[in-house]
């Protein structure tokens, strides 16, 4: 928010109290964005990725892999 001048900094400010006023779910994702905002890292906005998902993209990789070299083998032919 470096770049924004005062007269959009206190517009957004206003914004976002409107937007906390309007809801508790949404007052609380902004307080987590700001949160994640506030610390320091490429990893400030990533989620968690377990195992399972990694391995499944993992296996989804490798069977289309096959698959394409599979075509490119048998139409080469």
Do not use: W, Y
Request: with cysteine.
């Amino acid at each position: 928010m470096d770049g924004l001048s005062p007269r959009e900094r206190l517009v957004l400010a206003a914004i976002e109290l409107e937007l906390r006023r309007s809801g508790e779910h949404l007052a609380s994702r902004l307080n987590e964005f700001n949160e994640r905002a506030a610390q320091e890292g490429p990893r400030r906005f990533a989620d968690h990725v377990s195992r399972t998902e990694v391995a499944v993209v993992a296996v989804m990789v490798l069977v289309l892999t096959t698959i394409v070299t599979l075509v490119i083998v048998t139409c080469g032919k």
